[in-house]
T-cell receptor, first 115, second 114 residues
Framework: AQKVTQAQTEISVVEKEDVTLDCVYE???????LFWYKQPPSGELVFLIR??????QNEISGRYSWNFQKSTSSFNFTITASQVVDSAVYFC????????????FGKGTKLSVIP | ETGVTQTPRHLVMGMTNKKSLKCEQH?????MYWYKQSAKKPLELMFV???????ENNSVPSRFSPECPNSSHLFLHLHTLQPEDSALYLC?????????????FGPGTRLTVT
């Protein structure tokens, strides 16, 4: 069985603050993929990143960075110098097992960035 | 048009109506998906199509009937729905049916069943 836990239901930060969204996953497979998606109020899920289980390098893309730690089964997402446009619901997802395509989503974290 | 489009964006229907949701992807992908997003519940995968063939039906009630005439179009036919079916229905596509490919989502159809 696979599971994704996003313990933070809602977070509010003031603009320009840094914020980290937590994601903890469970799987028995050694091959798996982790994803982050952003869902703004418009409803569309926007793909942010995919990580496979064999690549533990952290990644930075502009103000976004991701910290993948297999030892703690976590794939956390940090936004640096947050902006109002970052306000959205962020979902972490897991696809487990070679050849699998089914995404197991967490319940999401609603981020509100206050001007 | 680019990406994944869905129509209509909003739909209100009675329990005895029949309606259809449409999804179109302009990404040249081979796989398409229907998801249901209810309030306070994780996204639920409903159906998966790969090269027009259905590969997954996650125990979805028969009042939801998918149709995939080609790799670019996906429909969800609705009939005799229940109020608990009110949700955001999201369509997605990917290059293939594998997690090597990220899924790209449309904006969704907000469905309200009265």
């Amino acid at each position: 069985a696979q599971k994704v836990t996003q313990a933070q239901t809602e977070i509010s930060v003031v603009e320009k603050e840094d914020v980290t969204l937590d994601c903890v996953y469970e799987t028995r497979d050694t091959t798996y993929y982790l994803f982050w998606y952003k869902q703004p109020p418009s409803g569309e899920l926007v793909f942010l990143i995919r990580r496979n289980s064999f690549d533990e390098q952290n990644e930075i893309s502009g103000r976004y960075s991701w910290n993948f730690q297999k030892s703690t089964s976590s794939f956390n997402f940090t936004i640096t110098a947050s902006q109002v446009v970052d306000s959205a619901v962020y979902f972490c997802a897991l696809s487990s097992g070679a050849g699998s395509y089914q995404l197991t989503f967490g319940k999401g974290t609603k981020l509100s960035v206050i001007p | 048009e680019t990406g994944v489009t869905q129509t209509p964006r909003h739909l209100v229907m009675g329990m005895t109506n029949k309606k259809s949701l449409k999804c179109e992807q302009h990404l040249g992908h081979n796989a398409m998906y229907w998801y249901k997003q209810s309030a306070k519940k994780p996204l639920e995968l409903m159906f998966v199509y790969n090269f027009k063939e259905q590969t997954e039906n996650n125990s979805v009630p028969s009042r939801f009937s998918p149709e995939c005439p080609n790799s670019s179009h996906l429909f969800l036919h609705l009939h005799t729905l229940q109020p608990e079916d009110s949700a955001l229905y999201l369509c997605a596509s990917s290059g293939g049916v594998s997690s090597r490919y990220e899924q790209y989502f449309g904006p969704g159809t907000r469905l309200t069943v009265t």
